[in-house]
């Protein structure tokens, strides 16, 4: 977890330096784990305390939340003991994760009171505690019976601080005596030896003392007195108070450590729902996929039995021939049939007569023989919409959030997805916003990565001497080079077509083909939709997907 007892130390600061003194005037529970307070000093401030599992945090917040008509029970309970109350001080136990927030109050008798709210972010222990001046507790987010754990959190206990008996270190005697005495060779030894640290600070703390040859004493005391807020986007998203120099990825700096929270809290928001939508559309797009294919194989089977529909015309001409020989209440005929110079039997209906079972075969064989430009057209159709939903779930691999609503919002225009909400309506007219990149000779690259994206940046964004890329018979995306055929380089040529095989359905393979010509000579096919093109006077370059490329010609944007 990167909210650790450092962390909480540096916030505990913050808030002094900006709530001391401050009252609260509404408090707001926006979620089943998130409290907004609204505090005025000489300003009005916003804190917010997560006490959900994997996002708890405390601090100041800039954002604009949305706050519920009608409060939940806890919020009534905090609105009862703590509105209208003057936040006394903030104060951090040791260097664990949990914050005591003295808070003077009026009680019921107009008496002046003191009440404790306590935030422990404990990981699946994180609670939120309100307790009287004596620490006797008035009531809790989460209730703790003393059957589950040593420690009891329920009304009319008594709180008690959690117990750790590692190194506070901030006691630099005690850090020094514990760091001369016991080597520190690993993250384990540090979260064995040391209080309210997390495994990042203690790997920062591991690769410093190595690359600047300091002591780890030294090096530890360096980075906790530093204030440097920072989130490193890489693998795994992470944030701290120290610059993070063991990780790769890249680094947004922030004036404060408010702010660098707010924004670490949207990028997680923004990928857990990214990773709702994203699983809701593969979902529905893998059962398009089978639906499509369950449909294809009844049509192809359908087409098949008409393969020998000679057959039935035969037989009506046997019945009609033979017919003399056909006695009532016959079921079969066995007959010579001319066509092969071979006997045959013909299965015959006994309630009709031989012309009846005549007309029968001919009525049959004129029914199948007009159902098959049907049954093509109709296997045309449904081999182009499964075409579509495929590449629509190749394009799910690299899409972002905005992308995803992109694709959600043409669903719901080809009428295959119903809008959830009046949102969806203006969404689709939005237009669709394509990827821009710069390569090393300064030439601008556009990379559409849905169908939205495509058609807007083929038929309105290129000019018609920009050069088009796009992989040869695959799936993929439309590629821009802003420059024209005769001046493109070799630089620039293998770029935009890396972008392209990047941004297809080939992107795991090697050597794949990629189609380049002028945009001039891509057109639209009548009928279809608009990012489905035809082209000609292109030419085929074969290239190895390199994934790290985008990162680097972002660097360079």
């Not at 916003?46 to 996002?55: G, K, V």
């Given at each position: 977890?990167?909210?650790?007892?450092?962390?909480?130390?540096?916030?505990?600061?913050?808030?002094?330096?900006?709530?001391?003194?401050?009252?609260?005037?509404?408090?707001?529970?926006?979620?089943?784990?998130?409290?907004?307070?609204?505090?005025?000093?000489?300003?009005?401030?916003?804190?917010?305390?997560?006490?959900?599992?994997?996002?708890?945090?405390?601090?100041?917040?800039?954002?604009?939340?949305?706050?519920?008509?009608?409060?939940?029970?806890?919020?009534?309970?905090?609105?009862?003991?703590?509105?209208?109350?003057?936040?006394?001080?903030?104060?951090?136990?040791?260097?664990?994760?949990?914050?005591?927030?003295?808070?003077?109050?009026?009680?019921?008798?107009?008496?002046?009171?003191?009440?404790?709210?306590?935030?422990?972010?404990?990981?699946?222990?994180?609670?939120?505690?309100?307790?009287?001046?004596?620490?006797?507790?008035?009531?809790?987010?989460?209730?703790?019976?003393?059957?589950?754990?040593?420690?009891?959190?329920?009304?009319?206990?008594?709180?008690?601080?959690?117990?750790?008996?590692?190194?506070?270190?901030?006691?630099?005697?005690?850090?020094?005596?514990?760091?001369?005495?016991?080597?520190?060779?690993?993250?384990?030894?540090?979260?064995?030896?040391?209080?309210?640290?997390?495994?990042?600070?203690?790997?920062?703390?591991?690769?410093?003392?190595?690359?600047n040859r300091t002591s780890v004493f030294e090096t530890?005391?360096?980075?906790?007195?530093?204030?440097?807020?920072?989130?490193?986007?890489?693998?795994?998203?992470?944030?701290?108070?120290?610059?993070?120099?063991?990780?790769?990825?890249?680094?947004?700096?922030?004036?404060?450590?408010?702010?660098?929270?707010?924004?670490?809290?949207?990028?997680?928001?923004?990928?857990?729902?990214?990773?709702?939508?994203?699983?809701?559309?593969?979902?529905?797009?893998?059962?398009?996929?089978?639906?499509?294919?369950?449909?294809?194989?009844?049509?192809?089977?359908?087409?098949?039995?008409?393969?020998?529909?000679?057959?039935?015309?035969?037989?009506?001409?046997?019945?009609?021939?033979?017919?003399?020989?056909?006695?009532?209440?016959?079921?079969?005929?066995?007959?010579?049939?001319?066509?092969?110079?071979?006997?045959?039997?013909?299965?015959?209906?006994?309630?009709?007569?031989?012309?009846?079972?005549?007309?029968a075969f001919f009525k049959r064989y004129k029914k199948?023989?007009?159902?098959?430009?049907?049954?093509?057209?109709?296997?045309?159709?449904?081999?182009?919409?499964?075409?579509?939903?495929?590449?629509?779930?190749?394009?799910?691999?690299?899409?972002?959030?905005?992308?995803?609503?992109?694709?959600?919002?043409?669903?719901?225009?080809?009428?295959?997805?119903?809008?959830?909400?009046?949102?969806?309506?203006?969404?689709?007219?939005?237009?669709?916003?394509?990827?821009?990149?710069?390569?090393?000779?300064?030439?601008?690259?556009?990379?559409?990565?849905?169908?939205?994206?495509?058609?807007?940046?083929?038929?309105?964004?290129?000019?018609?001497?920009?050069?088009?890329?796009?992989?040869?018979?695959?799936?993929?995306?439309?590629?821009?080079?802003?420059?024209?055929?005769?001046?493109?380089?070799?630089?620039?040529?293998?770029?935009?077509?890396?972008?392209?095989?990047?941004?297809?359905?080939?992107?795991?393979?090697?050597?794949?083909?990629?189609?380049?010509?002028?945009?001039?000579?891509?057109?639209?096919?009548?009928?279809?939709?608009?990012?489905?093109?035809?082209?000609?006077?292109?030419?085929?370059?074969?290239?190895?997907?390199?994934?790290?490329?985008?990162?680097?010609?972002?660097?360079?944007?």
């Open positions: 977890m990167s909210f650790d007892g450092l962390m909480l130390h540096k916030v505990t600061d913050d808030l002094n330096k900006a709530l001391k003194h401050g009252r609260i005037q509404k408090i707001y529970q926006l979620s089943t784990f998130e409290l907004l307070f609204s505090v005025k000093t000489r300003q009005k401030h916003q804190l917010m305390l997560n006490a959900s599992r994997q996002d708890a945090r405390i601090s100041l917040t800039y954002d604009t939340y949305d706050k519920p008509m009608d409060p939940p029970m806890f919020c009534m309970f905090l609105r009862k003991h703590l509105e209208g109350g003057t936040i006394e001080s903030f104060n951090q136990h040791q260097n664990d994760r949990v914050i005591d927030i003295a808070v003077l109050t009026v009680d019921e008798r107009k008496a002046r009171t003191k009440k404790h709210l306590i935030f422990e972010i404990l990981g699946k222990d994180t609670n939120i505690i309100v307790t009287k001046e004596d620490y006797s507790i008035l009531d809790s987010l989460n209730h703790v019976s003393p059957f589950e754990t040593t420690r009891t959190v329920a009304p009319g206990a008594i709180y008690e601080f959690p117990e750790d008996t590692r190194i506070n270190p901030r006691d630099e005697e005690a850090l020094k005596t514990v760091l001369d005495t016991k080597p520190m060779e690993s993250t384990k030894d540090f979260l064995n030896s040391i209080q309210g640290i997390s495994p990042l600070f203690a790997q920062e703390v591991l690769y410093r003392q190595e690359t530890m005391k360096t980075l906790m007195a530093s204030y440097d807020p920072v989130i490193k986007i890489g693998k795994k998203t992470v944030y701290a108070f120290y610059d993070i120099t063991h990780k790769d990825g890249e680094t947004l700096h922030f004036d404060s450590l408010s702010h660098m929270l707010d924004q670490a809290a949207q990028i997680k928001g923004k990928k857990h729902k990214k990773n709702q939508h994203e699983k809701h559309l593969a979902k529905f797009i893998k059962r398009e996929l089978d639906k499509k294919n369950a449909k294809l194989e009844a049509l192809q089977k359908d087409l098949r039995k008409t393969e020998n529909i000679d057959e039935d015309r035969i037989k009506g001409e046997l019945v009609l021939t033979y017919q003399h020989q056909i006695n009532e209440g016959d079921t079969s005929l066995t007959c010579l049939n001319y066509y092969t110079n071979e006997h045959t039997t013909i299965d015959l209906d006994s309630k009709k007569t031989p012309i009846e079972n005549s007309n199948r023989k007009r159902s098959i430009p049907h049954l093509k057209k109709a296997i045309r159709r449904v081999k182009r919409e499964k075409a579509y939903f495929q590449e629509l779930e190749s394009q799910l691999e690299y899409a972002e959030l905005s992308d995803l609503y992109e694709i959600r919002d043409e669903l719901v225009e080809k009428g295959y997805m119903k809008p959830s909400s009046k949102t969806d309506q203006k969404k689709l007219s939005k237009k669709a916003k394509h990827l821009k990149f710069i390569d090393e000779t300064g030439v601008e690259i556009l990379v559409g990565k849905n169908n939205l994206q495509n058609a807007n940046l083929t038929h309105n964004v290129a000019k018609h001497n920009d050069v088009w890329f796009h992989t040869k018979d695959a799936p993929g995306s439309h590629v821009i080079a802003k420059t024209t055929l005769d001046k493109i380089g070799e630089t620039t040529l293998r770029t935009a077509a890396n972008l392209a095989a990047l941004y297809s359905k080939m992107r795991y393979s090697s050597s794949v083909p990629v189609d380049y010509t002028e945009v001039r000579h891509v057109k639209k096919i009548p009928g279809r939709p608009a990012n489905e093109v035809r082209y000609s006077g292109q030419k085929t370059l074969f290239i190895d997907p390199d994934e790290e490329l985008p990162t680097k010609l972002k660097t360079k944007k």
